[in-house]
């Protein structure tokens, strides 16, 4: 095993100069999706206390359109995946690579993060009932996401990577808007009447989540990506301009932008992430920016960095983070370690802490890769 990468979703090339506030994110991020966001959910009508109340409601996803934090928690990772990129491919075209070569580098790392995010949706995964695979995964859509941003990367300036996903964006609300669902006609955003969801029943393999389509499917794939395109401006802006007070003016211009956009838009095509809604992406796609601009800023600006070293450890590991939460029971872990410690307490309060203790044990994991300096990529 390599022992030296950058960790940035599985798609770095070579290891470039790094920037603490990007790790820190990534790991914030990562603790949300792995185990994070569900301590914080359980901890609603527990303490009394109505502001805690209020922010355990926003770790729960709204059932259709409508928007709560925790919905803009896996668009973040997808917008820092993109973030990394022009750091890593630069580093490569610096170092004389071709880019057919990063390409087939970028490729490769897609295919494996697809089958990762088969196993991981499916384990056990019945290779003789393909029917019953789930196919979609989150590890497949940023592999997915990932490579189509590194292809407009390499051969398209930043301006113009911008008008393309504006422009998927438009294309994608023109086919839900006026391409007629057999049944239910055109402009249908409902849960049984959508596009997306006839589209999956139709072209998708396997198993779709949600019956009738699966989020992670097909046509979802391209407002999805995106994300990792906007990332790659956040990117290049922390890359080529010298002046941090620059740096920082324009991550806010664009996440102002974004919010802006993605609001107004809500209007006509609401904000919804089972559809991938081109006002949610617009929507989250700012949220990232500011997210960014703010680490940044405490980070890498001002200087406060001990403070992030807890979620970088997580930031630099964030596959083995995701991928130990699916395959190693950190509940049942956290259950022997510390249940005779909270069996005491009353009963409400065992998942919470038990939940709290899981995200421990993970940690400490990691820790013990960080220290040893294993850092890995796919």
């Known amino acids: ?43 609603h009508g527990k303490t009394g206390l109505d ?47 071709l880019k057919t070569t990063l390409l087939r580098k970028v490729f490769k790392r897609m295919l494996v993060l697809i089958l990762l995010g088969i196993l991981y949706k499916n384990a056990p995964v019945d290779i003789f009932d393909p029917a019953h695979i789930r196919y979609g995964s989150v590890l497949g859509r940023i592999g997915i996401g990932t490579f189509l941003a590194t292809v407009l990367f ?34 249908d955003f409902s849960f049984e009447g959508n596009l997306i969801g006839w589209f999956d029943r139709h072209f998708m393999p396997g198993r779709l989540l949600q019956k009738t389509y699966d989020e992670l499917a097909l046509l979802t794939q391209l407002p999805a990506a995106c994300l990792v395109i906007f990332g790659t401006l956040a990117g290049d802006i922390l890359l080529n301009q010298t002046d941090s007070s620059e740096k920082l003016k324009r991550l806010l211009i664009f996440g102002a932008i974004g919010i802006a956009a993605g609001l107004l838009w809500n209007f ?3 904000i919804n992430k089972h559809l991938w809604s081109s006002s949610f992406i617009l929507l989250t796609a700012g949220m990232a920016f500011w997210s960014l601009a703010l680490f940044y800023w405490i ?67 990691l820790y013990f890769l960080w220290r040893k300096k294993v850092f890995v990529k796919v």
């Open 51 to 97: 502001w805690v109340d209020a922010i355990s409601a926003q770790f729960e996803h709204p059932e259709w359109h409508g928007f709560s934090f925790y919905d803009f928690i896996f668009p973040l990772f997808l917008f820092l995946a993109g973030t990394s990129l022009p750091f890593s491919l630069k580093s490569g075209l610096a170092k004389g690579f």
């Open 1 to 43: 095993m390599q022992q030296s990468a950058d960790v940035t979703s599985a798609v770095a090339i070579i290891k470039p100069a790094r920037l603490a506030s990007i790790d820190a994110l990534r790991g914030f991020d990562m603790l949300m999706i792995a185990g994070g966001g569900t301590f914080i959910e359980l901890l």
């Open 154 to 187: 390499l051969n398209f300036s930043q301006n113009r990577r911008l008008y393309i996903a504006l422009g998927v964006l438009v294309a994608y609300f023109l086919a839900l808007k006026f391409i007629p669902v057999p049944g239910y006609g055109a402009g």
């Open 268 to 270: 006509v095509f609401p």
């Open 299 to 365: 980070i890498d600006v001002l200087g406060f960095q001990k403070w992030s070293f807890f979620f970088r450890v997580v930031g630099m590991n964030s596959l083995v983070m995701y991928l130990a939460y699916r395959f190693i029971d950190f509940d049942e872990t956290s259950q022997l370690l510390f249940s005779g410690i909270y069996g005491h307490l009353a009963e409400d309060w065992h998942g919470v802490i038990n939940a709290l203790g899981g995200l421990l044990v993970a940690w400490l994991f």
